[in-house]
């Protein structure tokens, strides 16, 4: 168990326009997603963290207007760039918490998104 | 201001042998660590953790080690095998929940065969 999916898993698209990446949890309800910006070479940063029903919390310098998170549902969350440019292009990876081990939460990463704006 | 430090970018291991990856910390918060696997274009995938009232965690060929003291983790893979090469991250999370994640940089494993 603890499968987590991302679609697409790569897009180019115009800068100016807006993509929707969907993530979800396959075999488990997740009350916390989180997403997750990779650039080559670099670290995962967090962007945001997501709870199913509320306002998603977003990291310092993460644009909230820019990077749309909704979570519909304990198996849902979507990210959308509006309105790219090709700095926003990069790998974009979701996560989704569940309990494992006892009562310590993990977290469960999507593949990933890889996101190419030209 | 690193929180989380791999650093080692990269490890070369023959087949057979033992791979130690390492990692330190400088918050003392920190009481939950984790180590994730990535392929390139991939999502990381989840290894192993600990806590921080352990200092010692086995799942098959890996073990993680954790002294508190010295604010340091390793990954042990014993024996190495091909299909471990990859990314490995270490990250850490105060208050025993993998809510918010703090990775480390990435060490980039290659065994060879």
């Known amino acids: 168990g603890a499968v987590v999916s991302q679609h697409p898993s790569r897009v180019i698209c115009k800068s100016g326009t807006s993509v929707k990446i969907e993530c979800r949890s396959l075999?488990?309800?997740?009350?916390?997603m989180f997403w997750y910006r990779q650039f080559p070479k670099q670290s995962l940063m967090l962007m945001a963290t997501?709870?199913?029903?509320?306002?998603?919390?977003?990291e310092q310098g993460v644009e909230k207007d820019k990077f749309l998170i909704n979570h519909a549902s304990l198996t849902l969350s979507t990210l959308t760039v509006t309105s790219a440019h090709p700095e926003d292009s990069s790998f974009y990876i979701c996560?989704?918490?569940?309990?494992?081990?006892?009562?310590?939460?993990?977290?469960?990463f999507g593949p990933g998104t890889r996101l190419l704006v030209l | 201001d690193q929180q989380v430090k791999q650093n080692s970018p990269s490890l070369s291991v023959q087949e057979g042998r033992i791979s130690i990856l390492n990692c330190d910390y400088t918050?003392?918060?920190?009481?939950?660590f984790l180590w994730y696997k990535k392929y390139p274009a991939e999502g990381p995938t989840f290894l192993i953790s600990?806590?921080?009232?352990?200092d010692k965690n086995e799942d098959g060929r890996f073990t993680v080690f954790l002294n508190k003291s010295a604010k340091h983790l390793s990954l042990h893979i014993v024996p190495s095998q091909p299909g471990d090469s990859a990314v490995y991250f270490c990250?850490?999370?105060?208050?025993?929940?993998?809510?918010?994640?703090?990775f480390g940089s990435g060490t980039q494993l290659t065994v060879l065969p």
């Open positions: 996560s989704a918490s569940r309990l494992a081990g006892g009562r310590q939460e993990t977290q469960y």
């Open positions: 075999d488990f309800q997740a009350t916390t």
């Open positions: 997501s709870n199913e029903g509320s306002k998603a919390t977003y």
């Open positions: 918050n003392s918060m920190f009481d939950y």
């Open positions: 600990i806590s921080s009232i352990k």
């Open positions: 990250a850490a999370t105060p208050s025993g929940s993998a809510r918010q994640l703090t």
